[in-house]
């Protein structure tokens, strides 16, 4: 398969829009790559312990890291993101808690019939959303992720917006499908968007209801608003969570039964579908996003949500705790993403003041669970910035590459020692710990002092798009990324509060280094960090 960039091309009608850009060669990829205008991000790092700058910080600015990095940005999930900010915003476990992974035989699947012990490379989506988003939702969306499966197959489906009989006035479909996809709604509402959603429930013609779904007045969307501040509002939940439990767990076996209809089992080994979802945490509106991958259908009960887990300590141990140590085949990794919008925040290690013990114990927690991030995709680049505190060493003019925190020509403050806030709004400081050359130098820098690296990171792209549309990445035919939002040329040049729509991009794919296309395979070659990530 070609690593050219926009080899995966999609038709859409019924406007073409292209969006050209001079050819760049970036630095160990030996693939060409469109370049379009330059921005710059957001973000705050607070170092831990002692950050040796030495020569190790000398060779942050030579590491070139062996993947590649195109594309831009989509609008924010502002509808994922509650309102209230760190510990104003209450944590609230499911009553009862998820339960963990049962014990289970995997489905049969035939040998594949292409099987290279050398490995070969195979292309794929790990970051993508349906209507069961609420941000998707709240855009217009209407696609299910069989939808997202089948489009990711090389089927066409509708995009919205739609006519007076409610038919879609757009399609799209990929000219290659894709060798793999993993569906990845937002964990956190997931519950309450079904619960809107389904014309039976009790909760369905409410105000808050009403504001939760598209067309809302603007009382109702602040009725939403305010019922989603208190965890799991009453008014949609009910006092005991019980009604957004229960619709958590439909949508949660919905989004798992299409992976499991889409995923080919037989010889042809033609499309590999994983289970996952999005959690979605956000401290003081910074991104501090992560994708959460399933090795198999074995998991636990229900995702884990920002909502009842707000660290990522907290999720990589409930993690542990309810697949990977439970002994019944489950295993999950986490993928963090959009690190150039974390003020800093997600590859800051806050444990210097611990005992040296626990700050070793959770080094390896991090690098158990987390090996990979995803430095490229529609929100922009996330591999470097020049001009960053404490970097030292010649520029790289290819840092300038599709940098979202740059609106109006003017640089975000640098957080220097420090961390933000805002990134989801433009605002707030950047740090270098926004960029993953810089972070894993930090993960070195750690190593040296506790012995444990807790920042060892394979690299990949993806497109965080909102269409329901994996893989959608041809930049000649872009039709935009979130619904009703961007869905003309007239709307993709306008600009809002997050970043200018004329900034985002299609985003990128997953290159995977793997025998054959299978779940087993797939995911043991992202455990070995045997990826790369393409520019489009």
């Not at 105000?207 to 501040?229: I, M, Y």
Request: proline share 7%; charged share 25%; net charge negative.
């Amino acid at each position: 398969m070609p690593t050219k960039c926009g080899s995966r091309r999609r038709r859409a009608a019924p406007t073409r829009h292209e969006n050209r850009g001079a050819a760049t060669q970036l630095p160990g990829c030996g693939v060409r790559c469109k370049r379009r205008r330059s921005t710059e991000l957001d973000a705050s790092p607070r170092r831990v312990g002692e950050f040796r700058m030495t020569a190790l910080r000398f060779a942050a600015c030579l590491l070139t890291l062996v993947a590649l990095a195109c594309g831009q940005a989509e609008a924010p999930p502002d509808d994922a993101q509650p309102r209230a900010v760190g510990a104003d915003r209450p944590v609230v476990e499911w009553s009862p808690p998820s339960a963990p992974a049962q014990a289970a035989d995997l489905a049969p699947r035939e040998p594949c019939a292409h099987n290279d012990p050398l490995r070969q490379a195979f292309f794929g989506d790990l970051h993508t959303h349906t209507a069961f988003s609420l941000d998707a939702l709240g855009r217009g969306g209407f696609q299910t992720p069989d939808d997202a499966y089948r489009f990711a197959r090389g089927e066409a489906i509708g995009l919205s917006p739609v006519d007076a009989e409610g038919r879609p006035m757009r399609t799209a479909q990929l000219d290659r499908p894709l060798d793999f996809a993993a569906v990845t709604d937002h964990s956190e509402w997931l519950g309450e968007v079904a619960v809107c959603t389904d014309s039976s429930s009790p909760a369905y013609d409410t105000p808050v209801c009403r504001g939760l779904r598209p067309g809302g007045t603007d009382e109702e969307r602040a009725a939403w608003q305010a019922d989603r501040l208190a965890g799991r509002g009453p008014l949609v939940c009910g006092e005991d969570g019980s009604q957004c439990r229960d619709g958590l767990l439909t949508a949660w076996e919905a989004t798992r039964e299409a992976a499991e209809r889409h995923y080919d089992r037989s010889s042809d080994c033609s499309f590999t579908a994983f289970h996952a979802w999005e959690y979605t945490r956000a401290p003081g509106r910074s991104k501090v996003h992560r994708n959460v991958i399933l090795r198999n259908e074995i998991g636990p009960e229900l995702p884990i949500s920002w909502i009842d887990a707000d660290q990522p300590l907290d999720l990589w141990t409930r993690l542990k705790a309810r697949c990977n140590d439970t002994g019944t085949g489950c295993e999950a990794l986490t993928i963090p993403h959009n690190p150039n919008i974390s003020n800093g925040q997600m590859f800051t290690l806050d444990w210097g003041g611990l005992p040296i013990d626990e700050q070793r114990a959770r080094a390896a927690l991090r690098s158990e669970m987390e090996p990979l991030v995803e430095m490229m995709q529609a929100k922009g680049d996330s591999e470097c910035r020049r001009g960053m505190w404490n970097v030292l060493g010649g520029e790289d003019e290819l840092c300038d590459f599709e940098k979202v925190r740059y609106i109006d020509g003017e640089l975000p403050p640098d957080c220097e020692d420090g961390t933000g806030e805002g990134g989801l709004r433009g605002e707030g400081c950047q740090s270098r710990l926004d960029f993953v050359r810089y972070a894993l130098i930090e993960g070195i820098a750690q190593e040296e002092r506790i012995g444990i690296n807790p920042i060892q990171l394979g690299l990949i792209a993806s497109t965080d798009g909102h269409n329901g549309l994996p893989g959608d990445t041809d930049e000649y035919d872009y039709q935009g990324q979130n619904s009703n939002v961007d869905s003309d040329l007239e709307k993709r040049l306008t600009t809002d509060a997050y970043a200018p729509h004329p900034l985002r991009n299609p985003g990128g794919l997953v290159g995977v280094w793997a025998e054959e296309n299978s779940r087993d395979s797939l995911f043991d070659a992202m455990l070995r960090k045997e990826t790369f990530g393409t520019s489009g």
